[in-house]
Structure formats: C-alpha cells, structure tokens
T-cell receptor
Framework: AQSVAQPEDQVNVAEGNPLTVKCTYS??????LFWYVQYPNRGLQFLLK??????LVKGSYGFEAEFNKSQTSFHLKKPSALVSDSALYFC????????????FGTGTRLLVSP | NAGVMQNPRHLVRRRGQEARLRCSPM?????VYWYRQLPEEGLKFMVY????????ESGMPKERFSAEFPKEGPSILRIQQVVRGDSAAYFC??????????????FGPGTRLTVT
C-alpha cells in the first residue's frame, strides 16, 4: 500500500533563511511524487513533481525538491524563504502501477517570520 | 482558461438532510477525483471517475455516499442523511484524458460542508 509521512507538523524559519519541509514515502512500484501548497480556505496548488530523471526538481515560486531513492525521501526546499510562503504544504505519492489516486501526507505548516 | 470549479463553496445542512456537491473539471479534462479533508488532517481519496464511469471508489464510505460524472454536466458528490461527522472540506480535482501516472491533478477551491 502507498503511504506518505511528513514528520513535522510545523516548520518555523526566518525570512531570508533556507527552508526544508520533509517527506518520506512508501510504494510498491515506481514512485511519482508531488508537492502541493494550500493557503487558508483555498484549494491545493501544484508546486512540483518528480517523475523520473534528475533527482533535483525545480517548481513554482522558487521551490525545489530532492528525490532520494535510497532514503525514500522527497524533501521540499527553498534557498531563501519569504513571509508569503507561510502556508500548509502537502506531499503526495502515486503508485506507478496504474493507480490514479494520490495519497497525501498529513501536511506541514510552514511559518516564515519577518 | 477556467480552473476546476466547485459549488457551492459553503454548504450548511441539518442532520438527516441531503448534501449535493458539484464539480466542473478543467476544460479538456475527463478525469475527476474527489477528496475529503477533515479539520487538521490531510486529504483522503474518496472516488475517481471518468465520464459515465466510476473507476475507483475504494475511499467512499459504504453507505450514504455516492458519486457520478454524467456525459453532460458536472460531477456530483451526493451525501444522504448527513451526520455531524460528515462536516469537512470536499475537494474535487481533475486531470487530462489518459491513464498516465505522471499527470498532476488540478484542484478546485473546495466545498466546506457544515452539518448542524
């Protein structure tokens, strides 16, 4: 069965500092990994995805994520955080065996202080 | 290019009433997914539909919940005889035609159901 773990409920970082939001996954087939962001009372916005190839994936708003197969991780990173990055971040995985549904982690709240 | 549309955005129902949630996918998308988000939790998959077909309903509660995606019109998630535990945000997502695991899903703004 597919599963995603986001070990941190909240991450606090000062504006201008680098940020990392952690995600580990478990799938039986090839993993397809996604990051989404949710602002208050809004739907989810797609940030980036890993399909195959380069382990460092670049996405929207300056975010990037690093895929590590041996550690089964897909951590979200940004070199310099902005206050406007404060939101709820979800990691999701899809099993490459043909299952279309996304399995989400429980989310990590990112709080960027001025 | 309109995104995924959901209505209503907020819905209040009394216990025992029916709730109907509507979702219009992005233009050109033929796959629709419904997810439920309980307070302070992640999204849980409910059902995956293509036009006139339910492909995967493994996340749907066995009773009171149903979904459809007719040939014409929006997808409907229907909850009969609502209970307080049904209070949640219900999100619809869509993706392009073709069964391709690389496609991301595009989410609507959600319908927040409150059962009083």
């Amino acid at each position: 069965a597919q599963s995603v773990a986001q070990p941190e409920d909240q991450v606090n970082v000062a504006e201008g500092n680098p940020l990392t939001v952690k995600c580990t996954y478990s799938v039986s087939g090839n993993p397809y990994l996604f990051w989404y962001v949710q602002y208050p009372n809004r739907g989810l916005q797609f940030l980036l995805k890993y399909i195959t190839g380069d382990n460092l994936v670049k996405g929207s708003y300056g975010f990037e994520a690093e895929f590590n197969k041996s550690q089964t991780s897909f951590h979200l990173k940004k070199p310099s955080a902005l206050v406007s990055d404060s939101a709820l971040y979800f990691c999701a995985v899809r099993d490459g065996r043909g299952f279309q549904k996304l399995v989400f982690g429980t989310g990590t709240r990112l709080l960027v202080s001025p | 290019n309109a995104g995924v549309m959901q209505n209503p955005r907020h819905l209040v129902r009394r216990r025992g009433q029916e709730a109907r949630l509507r979702c219009s996918p992005m233009k050109g998308h033929s796959h629709v997914y419904w997810y439920r988000q309980l307070p302070e939790e992640g999204l849980k998959f409910m059902v995956y539909l293509q036009k006139e077909n339910i492909i995967d309903e493994s996340g749907m509660p066995k009773e009171r919940f149903s979904a459809e995606f007719p040939k014409e019109g929006p997808s409907i998630l229907r909850i009969q005889q609502v209970v307080r535990g049904d209070s949640a945000a219900y999100f619809c997502a869509s993706s392009p035609p073709g069964v391709n695991p690389t496609y991301e899903q595009y989410f609507g703004p959600g319908t927040r159901l409150t059962v009083t």
